[in-house]
């Protein structure tokens, strides 16, 4: 007997659910073998060179056998849908009959009509997507398994299925996370396999696997479209439109298997019975595949089909209908758990019974999948109308490049949209051709159109797997008209044509306005070729171009008359980077202003370059981390230094101008390293620290401001007279999962300069806050007087919170500490409010 005790798969799979799927033979390693196998085909076991399962596979393994496949097999083609963050080439299986694959092109002709609501008269399309999360491994290793079954397979109902319909199959989702992953577990691994869960093969590394390379959970992403895979991932979806979505994950190692249907009173109300209908009569095949085996498993609780920007409730507003799956995890080849000895194999077998039950039960219900689908985006309410429309008008006064950002996810959502020919004014709102879009609210993605701007804040149940609000007019900060009504002739398919940088030889100065998303990146460019650029502390109207033109607080100013430079060179460089930014840049001939400030002003700060440090590692918040990270490095450019708290002590912080620090408990930094930091900020360094990392600031003294934690907050929730069984709907409560609520901004206060207006939404997550601070001028920012914009937030938050404190600007000797009770990064789609962290980073430290 193997040491590594991994099962054999032996297939037997015939149209009955009732016969066996799987059998195991304890005294071989992990193979696929049936009479009915075509031997010309490449097993994963030969491929391999080892028993499938044995090791953890490597994404290049995972492509290399795909591409061996269509190869080997008629039945097999590859579609490329792009590179992750690391550069590895993300991989998708077409399998179906060789006449079908003959036929590709006209098949996807006709896909794209789906969203046309016309009948459909094509296969039917099913997609089963595996280890989106990379550490979560056993469906990468199943659907290697699947696509050589399919691949190879002479059985009766494998040939029906594959001239009826065409499957996709996606290993792996997240190839960076998964090579994470697997580097750390097999190189754990020993000769004898080791159960505990404290040995290091199942215990990983900060960050795990999970996420990818810049610590994102791309099962969130679906929505925002922040990241390539994600992007790539949603194209796939929309080009083949697909009846099925399989979403195959794992879960924590002391549970069973889970499938929906989810938690019913958590389904989003937007969701049609139909699909979850459907979703019921699928999992009776799965069902009947766990219980061949054995194996229990649960529904209708734990996870729910509410947010729109996981892999399987994303299909669910797009007339498909997504199934999750969820395995227990062994972390590694074997673990203990409450259950008894679960094994990777026993994972992989699992995962493949209901890829092959989704199959099953798929074609069973293949009329009524596609009826389904077409009733979905049929109706009148589904067609563009001519003439005179109705729709959402959005518009981002004086930040194009925020509509651009909007416009990129609209249409990779498939979503129709126009843009405005002139200015229009709607009641008190000006929406100019520049910085507006306008969204028809009657087309084939209408449902989608409502998911991503839905406002509600009352629900049934307030249990969320996730966020309870993820409306995008908060997210992008835009002003916007509901039911807005407006002629063809205003609107256009064409953006407007972009500003077109040219300096005036009698030009002292150049402007630019501080609310344009691209002016940080343009700002940080300038910095690392030493050009000098300053800042406005205050507003003012100077002339450009022969009209008065006014600029807020937080405008920049970049002087033509700088030592090193000729006025040519600085011509030069801001030609190039008002292409590769493009936003607006205003030359104005004279140093007076109007009104306000002069350019030769000492209102007028310059800006020093920055060198930040990022505080990383066990005890801080991965998401919150990459978030960060990627903002600085992706967007900004600039050089951050990640640095892991256990190496924090021994970093000399004066190299340094920033130290940024997450949520986290910080708990192994110890008074020294406060006392160091103390220094840093007294000499002239700069803290940015958010949600936990402020609790441990103000316990070391060096936050004056007081920290609210969940402890305080649970206080507020009356639990008299509550029985047990009222006990998690008091937990539900109790749990912030992300809601949208609104800040008051101090609009002269530095941190505040670039957002426009004086409220801004951001997302809440967690359950902290500050105390009003004795020392003067320090409150940037602080919640509404009835904070609640959109999602969920109990009346005992939304009546604490009212008129409280949420950004604090304190300073400490010559440095400050930038302290925000919430995380204004959320999943890099905030851009609203990440205005607030190039402030810390490029205008506190100027700041007398």
Known sequence: MLKTGLFLLSLFCSLSLTSPVIAADLQTGLSISNSNLDPEITSPDAFLGYPLGQWHLRHDQVNYYLQQLARDSAKVSIEHTGQSHEARQQLTAVITSSKNQENLDQILTQRRAVKSGAAQDGPLVIWLAYSIHGDEASGVHAALALSYFLASSRDEWVEDLLDEAIVLITPSQNPDGMDRFSTWTNNYRGQTDVSDSNHKEHRQNWPNGRTNHYFADLNRDLLFLRHPETRGRVALFHKWQ??????????????????????????????????????????????????????SYFSR???????????????????????????????????????????????????LATSISSLKGSLALKHELIEYQSEFYQGRDKVLQRGRQTGFLLGAPANRERIEDLTQVLAQ???????????????????????????????????????????????????????????????????????????IDVLSSHAPAKFNF??????????????????????????????????????????????????????????????????????????????????TLYPVTTSAAISGIDMGSPSFKVIKPIKPLLITGRGTDASEVGELWNYLDSKLAVPVTLVDVDHISKVNLNQYTHVIMVDGTYSSLNKTFARKLGQFTSDGGTVIAQKGALTWLNKNNLLKSDVKDKRFYKQLFDTRGLSYSDKEK???????????????????????????????????????????????????????????????????????????????????????????????????????????????????????
Do not use: C
């Open 730 to 848: 008091l937990a539900a409560r109790q749990s912030i999962g992300g809601a949208i609520v609104e800040l008051k901004l101090d609009p002269s206060n530095p941190i505040s300069f670039g957002i426009r207006g004086n409220r801004l939404p951001i997302l809440k997550n967690m359950a902290i806050g500050l105390t009003t601070s004795s020392t003067p001028f320090t409150v940037a920012a602080k919640y509404a007087d009835e904070p609640l914009l959109s999602g969920y937030l109990a009346k005992e938050y939304q009546a604490s919170f009212s008129n409280k404190p949420a950004i604090v600007l304190e300073t400490l000797g010559k440095g400050a500490i930038v302290g925000l009770a919430d995380n204004l990064m959320f999943r890099n789609i905030w851009l609203g409010s990440e205005k607030i962290y190039a402030n810390a980073l490029y205008f506190v430290p100027a700041l007398d």
């Open 502 to 583: 040219q300096m005036s030889k009698q030009a002292v100065a150049v402007l630019v306005n501080w609310q344009q998303d691209f002016a940080a990146p343009m700002l940080q460019a300038l910095l690392q070729d030493n050009v000098t650029v300053k800042f406005a502390k205050k507003p003012f109207t100077i002339e450009v171009t022969g009209k008065a033109q006014t600029f807020p607080a937080g405008s920049l100013q970049i002087p033509l008359k700088q030592p090193g430079f000729s006025m040519v060179e600085i011509n030069n460089k801001l030609v190039k980077l008002s292409e590769q930014y493009p936003l």
């Open 301 to 351: 609780e734990a996870f729910d089909d509410f947010y729109y920007g996981k892999g399987s409730t994303y299909p669910d507003i797009n007339g498909s209908v997504g199934i999750l799956f969820e395995q227990a995890s062994p972390r590694g080849q074997v673990q203990i758990t409450q259950n008894g000895e679960l094994r990777l194999s026993q994972a992989i077998n699992n995962q």
């Open 413 to 487: 959502h498939k979503i129709k949209f126009y843009f405005l020919t002139k200015t229009v004014r709607q009641g008190s709102l000006e929406f100019t051709a520049d910085s507006s879009v306008f969204i028809p609210i009657n087309q084939p993605q209408k449902s989608l159109i409502l998911a991503l701007f839905d406002n509600r804040t009352e629900f049934k149940d307030p249990t969320f797997y996730d966020v309870s609000s993820w409306n995008l007019e908060h997210a992008y900060h835009l002003q916007m008209i509901r039911n807005s009504k407006l002629d």
């Open 242 to 295: 697909p009846h099925y979505v399989g979403d195959f994950h794992e879960m924590g190692r002391d549970r069973s298997y889970f499938f929906q249907p989810g938690a019913p009173s958590r389904t989003n109300p937007a969701i049609p019975k139909t699909n979850q209908a459907l979703t019921e009569k699928l999992a009776h095949f799965h069902r009947a595949a766990l219980d061949e085996l054995k194996q």
